[in-house]
């Protein structure tokens, strides 16, 4: 089996160039392993809603449900849904900027971010095969 490798960050991008990046962005998903005792729900998926408004109950409800729809996502468990602090970070082995969630108080206060809606939970879907069998993370970026 391979071995995933570590992102390295080489550089988090400013609030302005934050901004930027987001032009047009409708949304993305970043899909990551989930830790191996979550055998029912193998993949942890963050959808970052490119909007800092906070969303009814019926809207989040809402947008889980065509996400889980639209990529074949199912089984989700631990839903978290709120305004989170969003920050990026550009690899040289990378081709898009990686979103960065920041939950640790320092990461927040040291790494440049944008507050974004958030949707986190564990899930599992057979279109996101890489990231269970090889261990794998990715982006996808969804422009308006």
Same mark, same amino acid.
Do not use: R
């Given at each position: ?42 993949? +942890? ?11 009814? +109950? ?18 989700p468990k ?18 898009t900027l ?47």
């Open positions: 089996m391979p071995v995933a490798k570590v992102i390295n960050t080489d550089k988090y991008l400013e609030v302005a160039e934050i901004e930027k990046n987001l032009e047009n962005v409708n949304y993305i998903i970043l899909a990551t392993p989930a830790p191996k005792h979550f055998k029912d729900t193998p993949i +942890q998926f963050t959808i970052f809603l490119n909007t800092h408004e906070n969303l009814s +109950q019926d809207i989040k409800d809402a947008v889980l449900d065509k996400f889980l729809d639209e990529e074949e996502i199912f089984n631990e839903v978290m849904s709120q305004i989170m602090p969003v920050g990026f970070g550009l690899s040289t082995k990378q081709d990686m979103p960065l969630l920041l939950v640790k108080p320092e990461d927040m206060k040291s790494i440049p971010n944008k507050p974004m809606h958030v949707i986190d939970f564990l899930a599992d879907s057979e279109k996101f095969n890489e990231v269970k069998d090889n261990d794998l993370t990715g982006w996808s970026y969804t422009y308006n």
